[in-house]
């Protein structure tokens, strides 16, 4: 579950209180707590009035309990609000006035600390950060745990945001680990960048609106910024992963203004592709792209409906196996294919000096529209000859090859 940032929270919030809870009950299978306003920063409320709040399984941290400890009377809150509406999966009655707070807008007031909610295990509810020694504590150290880290990178989904991320992206006066971890940070601006374009109230998502200045172009954007920095494979390959990212959740709900912005980034990807990357670009390109069959086909990739890549393992960190094997990783996507298919490659051998295939079968089993990876192994032929080989997948029909992965180059 994510959580807004502050300035997100005031935006999009009707109401911004502190008061204190005076009553804690359950209503119609609902929790809610009573909250007795005692400062008003945002909306009509008053100082005196009770306002009824669904909590959504907001907790306390308890020592030793995994269930936590629920808010209770006298607890002081600050809370930013929206008025709740029934939906099927909030099945509040229509008639009374009850608020619910935006994801993260509750903080919980102890003495003179202020503490933000997150959740702290998937699934789970959100529980207050609080120090074991509220006196010691300090804001970054917070961002050590409980996927904070990633929440504070989504304090980076506005324009302006994404707009300083995007420039560290670039600028090559910054060392390379550091535009490193700007890219990794664009991963986690997705989820805000979707929102952007999404009506915000109480446990609802509904896309809407068009395109603005602030973020037309953005995707594509990503992608000149991955071509500009093809000689950087790393920092490349995190943007293109980036771009995958982002493209896996737009295809799914298809807004209009997204499915515009992410067309245009194909066509950079795709100049890039032609450019002949090495295999690892190459393949980030084709899995960012699948999302899009279309434009995946655009590609003319040899890798067909079951895009893979190779990559070596050192042998030295398992134990010795009685044949003759070679042991590699491998990582994959299906989502071309339908999730009833099924795929079963073999690993080619093409040595490099005299181009013999040596086909090798696998206990491999794929199922279609799914993305992952492992670890595998093939027995090596007793008679194969030494030199450098090229490996990868292969997936065929009968005598007919349908697709070729991407290699690793190995001495065997």
């Keep these: 579950m994510y959580v807004y940032d502050p300035d997100s929270l005031i935006h999009l919030s009707t109401d911004v209180v502190e008061g204190e809870i005076v009553r804690s009950y359950n209503a119609n299978e609902i929790d809610l707590i009573d909250v007795k306003v005692t400062l008003v920063h945002k909306g009509g409320f008053e100082k005196g009035h009770t306002v009824v709040v669904r909590h959504n399984g907001y907790r306390k941290p308890k020592k030793g309990d995994r269930n936590r400890e629920p808010l209770a009377v006298g607890d002081r809150l600050a809370l930013f609000v929206v008025r709740a509406t029934p939906t099927k999966f909030n099945l509040i009655p229509k008639d009374p006035v009850v608020y619910a707070p935006l994801p993260g807008g509750m903080r919980l ?7 933000g909610f997150a959740q702290w295990d998937n699934p789970g509810p959100y529980v207050a950060n609080v120090p074991s020694d509220p006196a010691k504590s300090k804001a970054l150290p917070l961002a050590k745990e409980h996927h904070e880290v990633s929440i504070l990178q989504r304090g980076f989904g506005t324009p302006q945001g994404r707009a300083f991320l995007l420039a560290k992206v670039m600028d090559a006066k910054e060392p390379m680990s550091a535009r490193l971890r700007y890219a990794s940070a664009l991963h986690e601006v997705g989820p805000v960048y979707r929102s952007t374009f ?6 609802s998502h509904k896309p809407v609106g068009e395109a603005d200045e602030g973020n037309s172009g953005y995707l594509r954007r990503i992608a000149k910024a991955a071509l500009d920095n093809a000689k950087h494979e ?17 295809v799914q709900n298809k807004p209009t203004p997204l499915m515009v912005d992410l067309h245009a980034a194909f066509p950079v990807l795709k100049e890039l592709y032609d450019a002949k990357p090495s295999q690892e670009l190459q ?8 999302w899009d069959g279309s434009e995946y086909e655009k590609l ?17 960190k398992y ?14 996507t299906t989502v071309l294919l339908s999730r009833e298919a099924e795929v079963q490659p073999s690993v080619v051998l093409v040595h490099q000096g005299t181009l013999r295939k040596h086909v090798l079968p696998t206990r491999l089993h794929i199922r279609g529209w799914s993305t992952g990876g492992g670890s595998h192994s093939v027995e090596l032929p007793g008679d194969l000859p030494a030199g450098r080989y090229h490996v990868f997948f292969q ?8 697709g070729t992965g991407h290699y690793f180059a190995a001495d065997l």
């Design 283 to 290: 393949f980030a390109i084709e899995k960012a792209t699948a």
């Design 234 to 250: 790393l920092l490349c390959a995190s943007l293109i992963r980036c771009l995958g990212y982002f493209g896996q959740g737009i």
């Design 300 to 316: 003319k990739s040899p890798c067909g409906t079951f895009i893979s890549i190779l990559r070596p393992l050192d042998p030295a």
């Design 319 to 332: 134990g010795k196996p009685e044949k003759r094997s070679l042991i590699f990783e491998y990582e994959y």
């Design 109 to 115: 007031v102890q003495g003179d600390h202020v503490y």
């Design 198 to 203: 999404t009506e915000i109230s109480a446990n």
């Design 395 to 402: 997936l065929g029909d009968g005598d007919k090859v349908i």
